[in-house]
């Protein structure tokens, strides 16, 4: 059944005549080498012949095979391809002569090259690229390509809406369930070369003997796909696991427990990658509980891992209920004085926006403001704040709109260009993701989610890819590489996620969610302890207008950012719409570019918002019988509770904001049925 099970990675048959010239073409699969990433490469180029010739298997005897084969191979050597510039990690894929045959060639200079090209070979049959002009190269723009698996050892995942964790940590580290094989496939398919396999909030416990064997037992299934494990650290974990009065980073006792803790890790996972940590936020330990920087902190961690080649990825998320600065500036106030204060292996992990993974946020003022720092940018996939894993809403605009986004530091630098470290000559370089993937059937909630997961992993590759290209390639890959679906699929995703802005958080309006799980509205929230997770903190509105005012006149945050851009934010005129309230407290009958005042303007986008959804219900209906049954079916009932909840965002929303503002719905719109 198509149950989603197989991702994009599903090799069906494809048209007739593509199908039967792979049959003669390419029914023969060789590799010059035998190393375990090589043999995964070769099983795969297999699986994926067969599947899209529609032969039962691909290791026939063919004029023209496929061969896997490293720039140390002589023959390939003789080719004098340009191998120089791909690095460790790039490819090249393409059809030439080769021992008196003709070819088709994957190489790269490590058997890791050789498994991108491969899939990327696979991924170019997959979306209507024939073999007899093949000629692909590619090098990953980011070094490290991250999941952040917010689960829990006792298998909840936090924020996670596909189920339980994909790691069973019961049977760890004894059965090795396929399914974490079939992950690596995925993960590799895209690009990713790391996994953080526990929550940010983590459990000091995931640090002792027996979990790190299950940590390494993980890593073995993941090494041969060139994925690196991770681990989140608990940054108490001396004084809970090492029995210690302190977990003082500047106290030796701390150091060298922490070092030893490295090197037993190390001796379970020779390639550890190293740790991730979230300290200081949200009742998490810290260096400040110390009162030593996050610096110190990072460092001291940083010089356990550093004899074995590992990094260190501290979050700059901290913002604290007793400090009165506006949250949204708080992560600056913190780090950017830091800056130049890190040993060379630590990245410091941003989020994309300042305040916490919105349906739109403006891009966070950090990037570009630590020039002497690796910064990776963290995005979330899955959809914590967009409406969860029923929610139509294809991320991939919202990734690239951020990462387009002009820092204005420099002339033309962009988010991009700081996480891909051309700003700044940085060579440690990253993008995490915050996974969506469970034990669901289908990894993540709902078919549609698989292209978030799908879309961070080739924009970490590339962070210069734009969404639709990507939509493309997935819907392709996902459904079948026809326009007749291709196209309507991907017109559906492109303004997914901007029809979940306008009708939960329009005009850079945010965190208007309800509280505590984030789903549905609840702008009229205000009774919560922690006055900065109360939507009313955010909104702000009262008879006179809305919006959060961050110019001079309030919390003056947009001074956080490069002085040309914070002019521009500075004033409403300057500012562009879609970030208007994030920046602006506005009387409601400002008038905006379309004419239509503040409030007007408001209600056109709820309605703007609902609509999008009811048009993808009409465009999906269409293809019911050209999508199989059982995706078909599950999406379609998403998209109908998709279509209820916008209403519902849009009529609390309208109806509460009425309550403050005391103005009569704007004119032609008609009252709710
Ligand atoms: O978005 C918030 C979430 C928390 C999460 C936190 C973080 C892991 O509501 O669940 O905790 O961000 O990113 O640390």
């Known amino acids: 059944a198509e149950d989603g099970y197989d991702l994009w990675l599903r090799y069906r048959p494809l048209a007739t005549n593509d199908a039967a010239a792979l049959q003669r073409d390419a029914q023969s699969v060789e590799r010059r080498d035998d190393t375990p990433t090589l043999r995964v490469a070769v099983d795969e180029v297999r699986r994926g012949l067969a599947g899209l010739s529609g032969r039962a298997s691909a290791d026939g005897t063919s004029a023209h095979p496929v061969v896997l084969a490293t720039g140390a191979d002589r023959d390939v050597a003789a080719l004098r391809l340009p191998l120089a510039t791909l690095g460790d990690e790039g490819y090249l894929v393409r059809s030439t002569t080769f021992g008196g045959r003709r070819v088709t060639l994957v190489t790269a200079n490590t058997d890791r090259g050789v498994l991108y090209g491969s899939f990327a070979m696979l991924r170019y049959l997959q979306t209507g690229g024939s073999l007899a002009s093949i000629d692909l190269t590619s090098t990953p723009r980011v070094k490290l390509r991250v999941l952040n698996h917010w689960d829990n050892l006792d298998g909840v995942v936090e924020r996670g809406y596909a189920g339980q964790s994909l790691w069973d940590w019961w049977t760890l580290p004894d059965f090795r369930d396929p399914r974490y094989t079939d992950y690596a496939r995925a993960n590799a398919s895209i690009g990713i070369n790391g996994t953080v396999l526990n929550n940010v909030n983590a459990k000091a416990e995931s ?210 260009n700081v996480v891909d470290g051309v700003a700044e000559g940085h060579t440690l370089t990253g993008m995490a993701g915050v996974a969506n993937i469970g034990r669901d059937r289908d990894w993540a909630g709902s078919t549609f989610n698989q292209a978030n997961w799908y879309a961070f992993g080739r924009m970490a590759w590339d962070p210069t890819l734009a969404a639709a290209p990507v939509a493309r390639e997935w819907a392709a890959m996902t459904f079948a590489p026809t326009p007749a679906i291709v196209d309507p699929v991907v017109g559906m995703m492109m303004g997914s996620r901007e029809a979940v802005v306008d009708y939960m958080t329009p005009l850079g309006l945010a965190h208007l969610m309800a509280t505590g799980h984030h789903y549905g509205p609840g702008p009229w929230v205000a009774d919560l302890k922690r006055s900065e997770w109360n939507p009313v903190y955010y909104h702000r509105a009262d008879k006179t207008g809305i919006g959060f005012d961050r110019t001079k006149t309030g919390s003056d945050a947009v001074a956080q950012y490069a002085p040309a851009l914070a002019r521009r934010l500075a004033d409403p005129a300057t500012t562009p719409e879609r970030e208007l309230l994030w920046f602006h407290h506005l009387p409601w009958d400002r008038r905006l570019a379309s004419g239509r005042t503040v409030w007007a303007e408001m209600v056109h986008d709820y309605d703007a918002g609902v609509d999008y959804v009811s048009t993808m219900r009409r465009q999906w209906a269409l293809l019911q019988f050209s999508i199989d049954a059982e995706r078909w079916t599950k999406t379609a009932t998403y998209l109908a509770v998709q279509e209820r909840e916008a209403r519902w965002w849009r009529d609390a929303s309208v109806a509460y904001w009425m309550s403050v503002n005391h103005l009569p719905l704007p004119p032609g719109v008609a009252p709710p049925a």
């Open 207 to 416: 640090l002792t003997p027996r979990y790190i064997a299950k940590a390494a037992a993980l890593a073995d299934v993941f090494r041969p796909y060139g994925i690196k494990v991770y681990l989140s650290a608990r940054f108490s974990a001396p004084i809970e696991l090492g029995g210690l009065k302190t977990a003082d980073p500047l106290d030796p006792q701390v150091a060298a427990w922490w070092k030893a803790k490295a090197d037993e890790i190390y001796r379970a996972i020779p390639d550890f990658g190293g740790f991730l940590v979230k300290a200081n936020s949200e009742g998490q330990p810290g260096p400040r509980d110390y009162h030593r920087s996050h610096a110190d902190g990072a460092n001291m961690l940083a010089a356990a891992v550093a004899p074995h080649g590992g990094i260190v990825m501290w979050r700059a998320f901290v913002y604290a209920d007793t400090d009165p600065e506006d949250r949204a500036k708080q992560a600056y106030t913190e780090f950017k004085p830091l800056d130049g204060k890190f040993a060379d292996n630590v990245i410091v992990q941003v989020k994309n926006g300042a305040i916490d993974f919105q349906p739109r946020e403006p891009f966070h003022p950090l990037f570009g403001a630590m020039p002497k720092t690796p910064l990776m940018i963290e995005f979330q996939i899955t959809k914590e704040y967009l409406g969860f894993a029923t929610h139509l809403a294809y991320l991939g605009p919202l990734f690239a709109e951020t990462l387009a986004s002009e820092t204005m530091q420099k002339p033309g630098e962009t988010v991009a």
